[in-house]
């Protein structure tokens, strides 16, 4: 299996305001640059204003969350701060099961932060006598996507300015792409509409994909998800052998479901050492001395923060050719990283 991770622009849904539209309950926006101009350049953009959707206007008396009472387990609803009569919690919900399947094709979502609709995290919340009580919220309409799509790489766009949170969201949503084509069999159709994607029967058998196609994703991404979280990665690797009896869309959800898990983790630069030493052990065979002992160099330099992890990945691409194995061949590890794309910083 040899993965490439951006053979196309990858679909991904983002907060419609975020693309510079006046969508706003103040006919305002909040373009990011970093996502039309930066992340534009990999991801094909399915643009959503939930709140314009379910007839609220612009501009529009603004919305917030608010709590029935302070205790943990109190009802969230959004209510219209203005007229307390407003309430748009399942208007909101209605509309974001009415998209599901239009955001079946998509690879990740870019949410607009601090909003009672699309803020993934940390939305403040109101009593009824208007008085805020927590920045613990979520909003409704990103609360029931996640709901829906469990594994679906999301960020907020704030977020994404911090250049270690992109790199981890793209790998996130590279990774995801990946799945669908080389797991499930899906591809683009040439010619087709645009996004449109269709299912080569002999990737996936009654509905699922087939496991060995599920383990060799599994082996290809291994070094990568072991830079993300060694202890969650061996867990992976258990289940993996553990469970070749469960029914194939169980096991192929299992897989899917944890490498998602993993890979939510930032890369340590501990762990992300310990990764390059196993890709380091599979080729010393193939060195001298002194090529040996660059590599260990250099591997200790990024250990220590003086050297970028790219500087390593470099030599060890380098050296790759020697080696006539084809599962270091296949590791996701080596492949370009966002930073060598033009994403993000390297670090
Ligand atoms: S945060 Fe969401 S609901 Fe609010 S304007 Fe942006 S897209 Fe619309």
Request: net charge neutral; charged share 25%.
């Amino acid at each position: 299996m040899n993965i490439q991770l951006l053979t196309h622009k990858i679909p991904v849904g983002i907060s419609q305001c975020l693309m510079g539209e006046a969508v706003r309950y103040n006919a305002g926006h909040k373009h990011s640059k970093i996502c039309t101009r930066l992340l534009g350049r990999c991801f094909d953009y399915v643009a959503l204003c939930p709140e314009v959707a379910i007839g609220l206007g612009v501009p529009r008396d603004p919305i917030r969350l608010v709590k029935s009472d302070s205790s943990p387990g109190a009802e969230v609803r959004v209510i219209g701060v203005v007229d307390k009569t407003l309430d748009v919690t399942e208007p909101l919900r209605d509309y974001a099961d009415s998209v599901v399947p239009a955001l079946e094709r998509v690879r990740g979502y870019i949410f607009m932060q601090n909003s009672p609709s699309c803020g993934l995290k940390g939305v403040r919340r109101y009593l009824p006598n208007g008085h805020g009580i927590d920045s613990s919220g979520i909003g409704v309409f990103a609360a029931r996507l996640r709901e829906r799509f469990p594994h679906l790489p999301m960020e907020e766009a704030g977020r994404l300015n911090n250049s270690e949170i992109r790199e981890n969201f793209l790998t996130r949503v590279f990774a995801y792409d990946a799945w669908f084509r080389y797991v499930e069999g899906e591809e683009y159709v040439e010619g087709g509409e645009e996004g449109e994607r269709q299912q080569h029967p002999e990737d996936v058998h009654a509905g699922a994909p087939r496991a060995a196609r599920v383990i060799e994703f599994y082996t290809a991404y291994k070094y990568l998800l072991l830079a993300h979280h060694q202890g969650l990665t061996r867990a992976l690797g258990q289940f993996v052998a553990d469970s070749r009896a469960l029914p194939p869309r169980e096991f192929a959800d299992g897989v899917r479901g944890r490498i998602m898990e993993i890979l939510a983790h930032m890369a340590s630069r501990k762990d992300r050492t310990n990764a390059l030493m196993h890709l380091q052990g599979h080729l010393k065979q193939y060195l001298d001395k002194g090529e040996k002992a660059e590599l260990t160099r250099l591997i200790e330099e990024y250990r220590q923060g003086l050297k970028p992890v790219s500087a390593v990945l470099t030599l060890l691409r380098h050296y790759l050719p020697r080696s006539p194995h084809q599962f270091i061949h296949n590791q996701l590890l080596l492949a370009a990283e966002p930073a060598e794309l033009g994403l993000c910083d390297f670090h």
